[in-house]
């Protein structure tokens, strides 16, 4: 018989077993919640035409038979999100998800192949609206486990005192001293920038390899301690699927949710444009191409949706990662019921 896994034996599962159950209230508390403010709460399927259309997004592929024999390809989705914008487009206004997703080349303390975003939308909302929110779930989440404080490898913040609030170019200026905005065009420059700021800079670098290095190394560690983080205001290159912002067309109406320096939400005013979302898209598998020479197909229903598709706003949420900082997990398989093997 083969030897079970660490996380079955019955001590171990005994040690998870109050994250677990901290889960659950977690969980039933924000279903509670978005119910009350009018949420329908949607299970979207999980084979899709296409797991996403990001660069650096590996999702698993698989095949359907029809009756007759015929196969072609599906995908688990990486996200629930093509789905719950052609529900936007049939006339939903206000919905949310407990999505079980699928990434492939992601493991480790943080990450997982399967897991669970939290996904919610509301039509007819400006992105800023998604502060709110991101601020109220930290706050019943920390009700539902319990927790005075959130923490992650030493770092603390206080889920119920408001999020700050910072623009990637003032993140970048401020953490890294980098002048961000005049090198949008500019790969050269922004190399020597990281260079200087103590970054490793490859010949082979494109410019989102600089920028997502600078991020990582040099800010991401630095929000959200003491407090929640708002960074916001991503340079449109960086978000393939929000709009742009009409106060700066050279960013996008994007901002990430940052606790104890860990990445928790990723929230867009959606991009509605299916021309330019398309143009985007080619641009993305492109690049995947360049890097792990494969690419994925574009949802040709998910382009044909977004022309009717009211303005919008939606934010996804890792939901494990949202239980640990809640209850001092410090692995994301200690959250996870039953982990892949």
């Known amino acids: 018989m083969p030897s079970l896994s660490p996380f079955w034996d019955r001590g171990r599962h005994a040690d998870r077993r109050p994250f677990l159950e901290a889960r659950g209230r977690i969980k039933a508390a924000l279903r509670a919640r978005f119910e009350a403010d009018g949420f329908t709460e949607t299970e979207c399927g999980q084979l899709q035409a296409s797991p996403g259309n990001e660069a650096h997004l590996h999702g698993f592929r698989t095949e359907i038979r029809d009756p007759d024999g015929a196969a072609r390809p599906l995908y688990l989705h990486t996200s629930p999100e093509f789905a719950a914008k052609k529900l936007l487009a049939a006339g939903e206004t206000k919905i949310f998800d407990f999505a079980r997703v699928f990434r492939n080349r992601e493991r480790g303390p943080l990450h997982h192949p399967e897991f669970t975003l939290l996904e919610w939308y509301r039509a007819g909302a400006g992105y800023g609206t998604l502060f709110g929110d991101g601020a ?17 490898r030493g770092r603390t913040a206080d889920p119920f005192a408001d999020p700050e609030e910072i623009t990637v170019a003032d993140a970048f200026h401020t953490f890294a001293g980098i002048d961000l905005l005049p090198l949008l065009d500019d790969r050269d420059g922004l190399a020597r920038a990281a260079a200087e700021a103590g970054v490793r800079v ?62 928790l939400a990723n929230g867009f005013g959606e991009l509605t444009d299916p021309a330019v979302q398309r143009a985007r898209f080619e641009r993305e598998m492109d690049e995947k191409e360049r890097v792990y020479g494969e690419r994925y197909p574009v949802d040709e229903d998910f382009l044909s949706a977004l022309a009717r598709m009211p303005p919008a706003c939606g934010c996804a949420l890792g939901f494990e990662r949202l239980v640990m900082l809640a209850t001092g997990a410090t692995h994301i398989e200690q959250v996870i019921w039953t982990p892949v093997p």
Do not use: H
């Open 202 to 263: 490859a010949p082979d670098d494109v410019w989102a390899d600089l920028f997502s290095r600078v991020l990582v190394e040099k800010i991401e560690p630095l929000l959200g301690l003491g407090r929640a983080t708002i960074l916001k205001e991503y340079p449109v290159s960086e978000a393939a699927l929000a709009r742009p912002s009409p106060g700066d067309p050279r960013v996008a109406e994007r901002f990430e949710l940052y606790v104890c320096g860990v990445e």
């Open 136 to 152: 109220e779930i930290l706050r019943t989440a920390a009700r539902a486990a319990g927790a005075e404080q959130f923490c992650w």
